[in-house]
């Protein structure tokens, strides 16, 4: 079964950091870029990153651009997103995603399988 | 950025009825880059479609996407009660960012 499990949320202080991962099981992991993308309390989704099956090319969105970094480890099959300098707008459930190909940006691509998400919560 | 605008922002139809969610873009990009989403309370969203028009596994026949250029709908023909639920369109385009759209919330009587 194809799955992705997210970890790694918690409540922390306005400037401080967070690593969340994201383990994937099922499918080959290298063959697949992945994203992540948040749901702050009540709102809509907005895409936060993205990183292709090799690992080469990362994205983000301009609202974490500087602050976040996004890896993954194919010996793992596992994918990080390293949130440093957060703030209280960054206080969302953030959910990993997998891509049908393994380039970002592919025609006919989409976020096939999502794992259940974990809350961050940024506040004093 | 590439903005998309969903509407209506509430649809509250009967059972069996057809529902039509729009899309539309800021500016126009190619339909293969044109996803629709599934999310109930408490759930991480499901994928519905890709490409604008391309059922993804497992998802049932009554929903269908279309259009082109900035305006994209999703069709759900013959509405079940387990259809509630808040509907995103997203442009996966040729370059950064990806957006979605602000969601419909498609309530069944």
């Known amino acids: 079964e194809v799955q992705l499990l997210e970890s790694g949320g918690g409540l922390v202080q306005p400037g401080g950091s967070l690593r969340l991962s994201c383990a994937a099981s099922?499918?080959?992991?290298?063959?697949?870029?992945m994203n992540w993308v948040r749901q702050a309390p009540g709102k809509g989704l907005e895409w936060v990153s993205g990183i292709s099956g090799s690992g080469g090319r990362t994205d983000y969105a301009d609202s974490v651009k500087g602050r976040f970094t996004m890896s993954r480890d194919k010996s793992k099959n596992t994918m990080f997103l390293q949130m440093n300098s957060l703030r209280a707008e960054d206080t969302a459930v953030y959910y990993c995603?997998?891509?049908?190909?393994?380039?970002?940006?592919?025609?006919?691509?989409?976020?096939?399988?999502w794992g259940q998400g974990t809350m961050v919560t940024v506040s004093s | 950025e590439i903005v998309l605008t969903q509407s209506p922002g509430t649809l509250s139809l009967s059972p069996g009825e057809r529902a039509t969610l729009s899309c539309r873009a800021s500016?126009?990009?190619?339909?293969?880059?044109l996803a629709w989403y599934q999310q109930k309370p408490g759930q991480a969203p499901r994928l519905l479609i890709y490409?604008?028009?391309s059922r993804a596994a497992g998802i049932p026949d009554r929903f269908s996407g279309s259009g082109s250029g900035t305006d994209f709908t999703l069709t759900i023909s013959r509405l079940e009660p387990e259809d509630s639920a808040v509907y995103y369109c997203?442009?996966?385009?040729?370059?950064?960012?990806?957006?979605f759209g602000g969601g419909t919330k498609v309530e069944i009587k």
């Open positions: 997203q442009q996966y385009g040729s370059s950064p960012p990806l957006t």
């Open positions: 500016q126009s990009f190619s339909s293969s880059y």
């Open positions: 099922g499918f080959t992991f290298s063959s697949h870029a």
């Open positions: 995603a997998k891509s049908q190909y393994q380039l970002l940006y592919t025609t006919d691509d989409a976020f096939d399988i």
């Open positions: 490409g604008a028009s």
